[in-house]
Structures are given as structure tokens and as C-alpha cells.
């Protein structure tokens, strides 16, 4: 059974920092390309960031270039999010997702698995 699991989530205050960390199961990452979306309440899934299949490829939305980072360990079949300068508007459910030899979609439809959400919460 494939299984993405994202934790970290949390509340913090503006200016601070949060690591997501999406584990998965059943299926081996190091030949998926993974991407990270975010849901804010009453508004669309948008692209957050993503890295390529061989890691040699990393793609991020504007709004997070230069505090958002991502990583993986293939080891521990693993996908890191590293989230600095969190600003209220970061708020959200954020979400891993998997693309099957992915170079790092943009698009939430070239992914095949999803995990089920973490919130991130940012206070003013």
C-alpha cells in the first residue's frame, strides 16, 4: 500500500521557522520527482516547491524563493521542506506529493500520490 505521511506542521510566529519532513511507504522515492503544495482556507492548491527525481532539478513558486528549501534522503526514503521567514500568508495545509520519474511539476495533476495534509499555521 503506497503511503505519503507529512509531519512538522505546527504553529509559529511570524518571522520563525518549521521543517516538514513527508515520509513514504510502499513505493521508493529516490525514482520520484517530489513536489510540496499548499491549501489556505477558501482558496486553491498551489505549487509550493518541488525537486526532481535525481535531485539534480529544483523548481520554487515566487512567493517562497529564498526561505523555502527542499531536500531528500533517498536512505531513509524521505523529503524534507525547510521553511524560514514564515510570514502569516504562509498558512496553510501544506502537502507532499510523488511524480513516477517527475522532473518537478508545477502541476498538481502530474502527481500520482499524495499525502494527506499537515497544517502550518503562522501568527502575526
Known amino acids: 500500500q503506497v503511503q505519503l505521511v507529512e509531519s512538522g506542521g505546527g504553529l509559529v510566529q511570524a518571522g520563525g521557522s518549521l521543517r516538514l519532513s513527508c515520509a513514504a511507504s510502499?513505493?521508493?522515492?529516490?525514482?520520484?520527482?517530489m513536489g510540496w503544495f499548499r491549501q489556505a482556507p477558501g482558496k486553491e492548491r498551489e505549487f509550493v516547491l518541488a525537486i526532481s527525481w535525481s535531485g539534480g532539478s529544483k523548481v520554487y513558486a515566487d512567493s517562497v524563493k529564498g526561505r523555502f528549501t527542499i531536500s531528500r534522503d533517498n536512505a531513509k526514503n524521505t523529503v524534507q521542506l525547510q521553511m524560514n521567514s514564515l510570514q502569516p500568508e504562509d498558512t496553510a495545509v501544506y502537502y507532499c506529493a510523488a511524480d513516477i520519474w517527475g522532473v518537478g511539476s508545477m502541476g498538481s495533476g502530474d502527481y500520482e500520490y499524495w499525502g494527506q495534509g499537515t497544517q502550518v499555521t503562522v501568527s502575526s
Open positions: 510502499g513505493l521508493p522515492l529516490s525514482i520520484y520527482a
